[in-house]
């Protein structure tokens, strides 16, 4: 039996994720959750699971929660799920702390859970993204494992097993170039909020599919890949694959390419998060049938056709703080898109002026990382929000 403290579970990943520990009752319990507002969902999935410990996103969600589950703890706010992700586990049993929340957020419980000792299955980009060498050096200090439940980042780390690090010559990324890969620049201008979100080949939340159709998406993948994996910027590729069937591949200096193919879904990489390093049967997916795909296609990055992909390599090249900038100023802008309070091509440019403006800090701690976050928002928000 594994105890889940799951983070975000009315979200895409979190409903997965709450779909295969309904398949597998005996191996899986949900010890924790958390969810911001959708309080309907929210309660199905206490009566259902009966967990513990539920952290909600405001005072008032928890003072009606509270009447309904008198059994349950419910709290409310940041401190919230903070314990949410780092509850006391009395048991000898395994804990593993699944972080689907959306942006920053993430950070501070994914830490905590570190310290506790907990094993994480990190659905979050952004903890990795905007503080990737804190936590990386916290989870090497406590032996803690991080399991990627990205796609492509599941994809490299089975990959991996198939050499030694340093037989790796390079990590290629793949990407589907999301819902707009076949607008030009000039068709960009008018797009909507609905066409950006019509994602080909995946069902995702709103923030990362804009992120995946702006390439922000695989921008922060790129980040995230080296930090995860230990390997320089120059040595991680991405490339347009539209059928989302490879999911990313090594090569190793023989010349040797390892991928990992399936469909096209989540379910197959959280799963082999919560089970690693076992692997068990995934229920009502299906397997690859390769004559029905006929053929799988290659294309190269156009990087002035999707500038935000150059703006993350070169933010996480420079590192401190840079990154951090590059997270915040993406995450008020993608709102501020979804909202209909800018154009989609004014994404990129908030993130431009954002990195441009910013004076970088080398080695960021916590508290300078989580203010910078809270102040580019703040400010970024109130420019545009008039």
Known sequence: MKHIHLLGATGSIGSQTLEIIRHYPDRFRLVTLSFHQNMAKGIDIIREFQPQYVSVGS?????????????????????????AAAYDNTSKEETIVVTAVVGSAGLLPTLEAIRKGYTIALANKETLVTAGELIMKEADQHQVKIL???SEHSA?????????????????LTASGGALRDCSREELEGVTVEMALNHPNWKMGAKITIDSATMMNKGFEVIEAHHLFQVPYERIDVVIHRESIIHSMVEYFDHSVIA????????????????????????QSDPIDFLTI?????????????????????????????PVVLNSSNDVAVRLFLEGKITFL????????????HTLIKDPDLQTILSLDRDLKAKISQEYER
């Open 59 to 83: 005072k008032d969600i928890a003072e009606a929660l509270r009447p309904l589950f008198p059994h349950i703890q419910i709290e409310y706010g940041i401190n919230s799920l903070v314990q």
């Open 148 to 150: 990627p439940v990205d």
């Open 156 to 172: 490299i780390f089975q990959a991996l097993h198939a050499g030694r690090k340093q037989e790796v010559r390079r990590l290629i």
């Open 260 to 283: 990992q193919l399936g469909t096209p879904d989540m379910r197959i990489p959280i799963q082999y998060a919560l089970t690693y390093p076992e692997r068990w049967p995934v229920h």
């Open 294 to 322: 006929g053929s799988l296609r290659f294309e190269p990055v156009d990087f002035t056709r999707y500038p935000l992909l150059n703006y993350a390599y070169e933010a996480g090249r420079m590192g401190g703080t840079m």
């Open 346 to 357: 004014e994404i990129e440019k908030i993130v431009y002026h954002a990195l441009e403006q």
